[in-house]
């Protein structure tokens, strides 16, 4: 077969959710078939450790695809072309977008429909541009893989999408999530927080993520607890973040907050090292951190909303996102109660075990597979 992918979202330095989803997916399939011929297309230059094998081309297609009007002119004009030449079995798009002007076989990976629930976190020209071609997207793509069961079911129910085109493949967590000793927890501890131990949030920051109620709850906590515990932020400052900067910098608890920007290599050993993390988001298509912090054996509270009650089941503490004071209590569960601590602990690794990018990338090739036709 001769597959071609949307690796715009490879970014060397910079891979995010969805740059993780490719590259976890597409470093899988390329292993595992040879036989293949799989080309990968970037918006921009990019680094040769994405071209994974032998049977990988990369090419660059320009424009760089990071606004709505380079957004249509990258895929309704030059990948039809670049489709066309390269002479394509099926295009698989991971990222949420897809060619309605290539007459190519499309597989397409939904993450969310976010922008319907909270269209004010987005801006206008955006909005307008998701709320136009995300339903063409959909019916466009002869397949559709989602995360989750809910964006699944969303999906359906929002947009009225055939339920047959649509299957649920989920999220894996990398390999370099895994557990650590306590001499290197302590480690990192030293070189993040002072020798103390903390809290963790981890991702981009914007309002959906939910960070002031993380850090009004935080306050709270610390002003009720004789504790030293401390709350770190990791991720870039994303969309609509004055508010989040000006409670970070004007909190009476300041000295006990801190956001540090984007890791990458150290990420993994911050999450393995918390107390706990916590992800109370408003809204997300699966919660790539609640599953990640399961897998290093921490404690996870997070929202009992959307899809991550259905990646947590039983192995976190599910709070209300919007009640300050459920938080508190779930902090302080965390704090105080090692055996409800060790129990999460527990189940947190035995549920990771259920989620893994081999299945996801098996999956996505089985549909690929489907799609062309000999």
């Known amino acids: 077969m001769r597959i071609a992918v949307n690796t715009r979202f490879l970014l060397k330095g910079k891979l995010e959710g969805i740059g993780w989803y490719t590259y976890e997916i597409l470093k899988r399939m390329v292993d595992a078939h040879p036989e293949d011929d799989f080309f990968f297309l970037f918006d921009r230059p990019y680094d040769q450790k994405f071209v994974f094998a032998a049977n990988v081309t990369g090419i660059v297609v320009p424009p760089p ?24 079995d099926v295009f698989f798009s991971p990222d949420g977008y897809c060619s309605l002007r290539s007459k190519v076989p499309t597989l397409m990976t939904m993450h969310d429909l976010a922008y319907l629930h909270y269209p004010e976190q987005v801006d206008s020209l955006t909005e307008r541009y998701y709320r136009y071609f995300v339903p063409r997207f959909l019916n466009r793509a002869e397949k559709v893989a989602t995360v989750s069961d809910y964006v699944k079911n969303d999906i359906i129910k929002s947009l009225q999408i055939p339920a047959d085109k649509i299957f649920r493949a989920y999220n894996g967590a990398r390999d370099e999530f895994k557990p650590l000793v306590e001499d290197s927890k302590q480690l990192i501890r030293n070189q993040y927080s002072d020798g103390k131990e903390y809290f963790l949030y981890y991702g981009a920051l914007h309002p959906r993520k939910n960070i002031v109620n ?24 994303a969309w609509q973040t004055s ?83 459920e938080i508190v209590n779930a902090l302080e569960k965390v704090e105080k109660d090692k055996h409800i601590a060790t129990i999460l602990v527990q189940k947190g690794l035995d549920r990771s075990t259920f989620f893994s990018w081999d299945l996801t990338a098996e999956a996505i090739y089985r549909s690929i597979r489907l799609l062309v036709k000999f």
């Open 65 to 88: 695809a990071r606004h709505p009007v380079l957004w249509y002119l990258w895929f309704e004009v030059a990948i039809p072309r670049i489709l066309k030449k390269i002479k394509a």
């Open 243 to 325: 508010e989040i900067e000006n409670r970070i910098k004007n909190s009476p608890f300041a000295a006990d907050i801190k956001h540090i920007n984007y890791l990458d290599t150290s990420l993994p050993l911050l999450v393995a090292s918390a107390k706990a993390v916590v992800y109370i988001s408003l809204f997300e298509g699966f919660g790539l951190p609640v599953l990640e912090a399961m897998k290093c054996g921490v404690p996870v509270i997070t929202s009992d909303v959307t899809s991550m009650p259905e990646v947590a089941g039983d192995a976190a503490i599910c709070v209300d996102p919007q009640d300050v004071n």
């Open 214 to 237: 993380l850090i009004n709850a935080f306050e709270r906590f610390k002003s009720i607890n004789n504790t030293s515990t401390k709350l770190l932020l990791i991720g870039r400052m």
